[in-house]
């Protein structure tokens, strides 16, 4: 079973470019998430999908990053204009619904972003 | 406010010896506390999942404990391997009427060496 793929793995742009980057989740994942890291700091919540729906998007620093995930498969986080401030790495992760709410997430590699 | 902190920041062993990472967590409603481990140029995995009413998981090498009175988790690393060199991340999560929220720690890294 291929887990969660990500892409590109490293994106360099220049302060004010736009950056769009994609989250394949585990094939019949409902849940999607996006986190970033940056410099130091620890992994923080961005915001999370249930299928094609925003549950919670209550993470997302600002309106410059715009969320996406049409037909609830894969999702794109688009940054623009991209600021020095965004650079980090940024995660997808996925599971699949439980009844509960109790489930398990599971990661891809990250996208390294470095905006110059 | 909802924080988890782990210490120590940074831990150097020899090969075969075994340590204890520490995790502390002012979260609330809790839900559960994750352990994951994080290779270098990689996602997080997840090592061990426990809920309120459980105190310990074992996962191979790996044993986390949970004291929900005192909000305080450990991982204790057995027998270390060169492999184990990794971060390892201390997760809780709570529930709130959006569904659950996770809240990281910032790691503990751990260098394991010959």
């Known amino acids: 079973e291929a887990g969660v793929t990500q892409f590109p793995s490293h994106s360099v742009i220049e302060k004010g470019q736009t950056v769009t980057l994609r989250c394949d989740p585990i094939s019949g994942h409902d849940n999607l998430y996006w986190y970033r890291r940056v410099m130091g700091k620890e992994i923080k919540f961005l915001l999370h999908f249930v299928k094609e729906s925003k549950q919670d998007e209550s993470g997302m620093p600002n309106n410059r990053f715009l969320a996406e995930r049409t037909g609830g498969t894969y999702s794109t986080l688009k940054v623009q204009p991209a600021e020095l401030e965004d650079s980090g790495v940024y995660f997808c992760a996925s599971s699949p619904s439980a009844a509960g709410g109790f489930y398990e997430q599971y990661f891809g590699p990250g996208t390294r972003l470095t905006v110059t | 406010k909802n924080q988890v902190e782990q210490s120590p920041q940074s831990l150097i062993i020899l090969e075969g010896k075994n340590c204890t990472l520490q995790c502390n967590y002012t979260v609330s409603p809790f839900s559960n506390l994750r352990w994951y481990k994080q290779d270098t140029g990689r996602g997080p995995v997840s090592l061990t999942i426990?809920?309120?009413?459980?105190n310990t998981k074992s996962n191979g090498r790996y044993t986390a404990t949970l004291d929900a009175d005192t909000k305080q988790s450990s991982l204790h690393i057995t027998a270390s391997q060169l492999s184990d060199s990794a971060s390892y991340i201390c997760v809780v999560s709570l529930r709130n009427t959006g569904g659950f929220k996770t809240i990281f720690g910032a790691g503990t890294r751990l260098f394991v060496k010959a």
């Open positions: 426990m809920t309120f009413s459980e």
